[in-house]
């Protein structure tokens, strides 16, 4: 067992009768061939602290990145002093060392062919080889939650826990989803299957108001995105379409100066007392010079264009009517060519 020993064992060297003789501090090596190294448990506070991680991580459920953010807070120093890391703590928690257990010939490579892993039966294991420091049970619970990593899953299995939860609550729907702890966040099925109507055509579940509900906003993003276009065609020059990552939606942005400029469309509703415009907006986005497009009564078309120097609400949704002096105080913009005349007007550039 040569190079250094995991966090909270040590190399202990025995001599040619396989009694103990010395412990080896970091980089020493045996002198005779014939002496034999082993893991022996180190001091009672690293050995509470591996159990502890290993409990955060199986039964408290916390994630890696958690694990080693609180314990470089509490001042816990990993190896020779360095600071806890994410990486780390997966290795530790996936080392059969602390349950006891030595493990050859993982991976294979012949003269300067690549590096081979090779399947589990092929393994050399000795198990109790010395002296455990987690149980086997806590481990084996370890093992189990990086089992379940939505990347780890098929398909069919992460279908099967959706059925489990159809089964208890009675229906699915995205809320239901999100909030149950028996399957992975609704944004893992939207990038593994595209969409939760995918997901549910794969379930047989059929929710016509769910499909109701997709197209409106398939709809919606489909104008806003129209809109964008044609503010950058109109400008090609002084306008540009940006999008810092996928988990943001595109912007506008001046080229001469940087500004960015957020488009957002209002929904048309129709109340008892007249009609309003619902505008959600993300509030990343609220601070930016901003084109609101009031849509249509069918919302299915641009009624009018506004430019306003921000939408600073701590409301999540912000209903505006006809006559709303904040609303009118947004400049109106009849041509897609007087965005920045109507930006300037603002003071925004």
């Known amino acids: 067992m040569g190079g250094s020993a995991p966090y909270g064992l040590r ?34 506070e690293e050995i509470a602290l591996i159990v502890r991680i290993f409990r955060e991580f199986a039964d408290e459920l916390r994630s890696p990145n958690s694990i080693a953010a609180r314990l470089n807070r509490d001042g816990i120093a990993y190896l ?109 099925y939207y990038r593994r299957f595209g969409g939760l109507l995918n997901v549910y055509r794969r379930l047989g579940y059929d929710v016509p108001e769910r499909r109701t509900q997709i197209s409106i906003r398939q709809r919606l993003l489909l104008l806003r995105s129209s809109l964008i276009k044609s503010f950058v065609e109109a400008l090609p020059d002084q306008i540009e379409g940006v999008q810092k990552n996928k988990r943001i939606r595109p912007m506008l942005r001046c080229r001469k100066t940087g500004l960015l400029i957020s488009v957002v469309l209002a929904r048309c509703c129709h109340t008892e007392i007249g009609v309003s415009w619902l505008i959600e907006s993300p509030k990343c986005e609220r601070q930016h ?19 306003l120097p921000s939408l600073i609400h701590s409301a999540q949704h912000i209903r505006v009517r006809p006559e709303s002096d904040w609303l009118k105080s947004g400049v109106l913009l009849e041509k897609t060519t007087d965005l920045l005349e109507a930006v300037t007007a603002h003071g925004s550039i």
């Open 80 to 188: 020779r002093d360095a600071k806890w890391k994410a990486g780390t703590i997966r290795i530790l928690l996936q080392d059969p060392h602390y349950i006891g257990m030595q493990v050859w010939g993982r991976t294979s490579a012949f003269l300067s062919s690549p590096v081979k892993r090779l399947p589990f039966p092929e393994w050399a294991i000795r198990a109790n080889a010395f002296q455990a420091i987690v149980p086997q049970d806590l481990f084996a619970r370890a093992q189990q939650v990086f089992a379940n990593f939505t990347f780890r899953l098929s398909d069919e299995q992460l279908l099967d826990q959706l059925r489990q939860i159809h089964k208890t609550q009675g229906r699915l729907s995205a809320k239901i989803i999100d909030k149950s702890r028996l399957c992975p966040a609704l944004s893992t």
């Open 289 to 307: 010079t901003t084109v609101l497009a009031l849509l249509n009564k069918r919302n299915n078309a641009i009624e009018s264009l506004r430019v």
């Open 11 to 44: 190399r202990q060297l025995l001599d040619t009768q396989g009694k103990p003789k010395q412990l080896l501090a970091y980089g020493e090596r045996k002198s005779l061939a014939n002496e034999r190294v082993t893991f022996v448990p180190g001091s009672q």
